[in-house]
């Protein structure tokens, strides 16, 4: 095993998901560069969509913008290792009300079969492991929205993912505190959508997290 492992390792070196250069011996997950030039968001994220708190560790832009579609559309599923652990960092630093269940912004299936993998729910299973928190699924995608990375403006954004969502048959998240976790946040429609259902549903507060924040 830690032969074939080496193997791999020869033939597909580990690499950068920002800025896609391999990693010095050393360097796990990005690259000391790209650790020190990142766009670091700081201060707690406040209300927002729906969410008691919606908290990101970076800015969209610039190299994480290229990390999040490497990891999204170019089979970086193995980024969702790092990306998760950067997430329970910031939720760990910035939020202290309590936390009870992690839980993801879901694929529609179809989108899920054709991309091989739900990144929100990889990420969310990163960060439970990470900050030693019960993860779950709690909603399920029913109409098959257009990306909303397409859409500029917000009002096309709310249109196109309403009533998009809804939670699963028989949840009860009554008193719960629960972290919803999604890649990028912009305007906060698929939070917010999503957060309106874990609400339904009893959850006493939600928390947005994710990977990154576009200025807005």
Known sequence: MKLLTALLGLLY????????????????????????????????????AGCDACLSPLWYRDGVREGVHRYKFNG??????????????CLSDRWDGGVDLVTWA????????????DQAELLARRVGEAAALPVAPTLEKIRAAGEQSRLQSEEDRRANIAGAYRALPGLDLAGKRVVLVDDVVTTGSTLGECAACLRSAGAEAVVGLTLARARR
């Open 76 to 89: 970086g599923a193995a980024h969702a290792a790092l990306f998760g652990e950067l997430m329970a960092q």
């Open 13 to 48: 070196p580990p690499k950068c998901p920002f800025c896609g250069q391999v990693l010095e011996r050393g360097e796990a997950g990005m690259c000391a560069l790209c650790q020190g030039d990142l766009p670091w968001t700081d201060g707690p994220g406040g209300p927002m």
């Open 106 to 117: 879901p694929l529609h299936p179809k989108r899920r079969k054709q991309r091989g993998y």
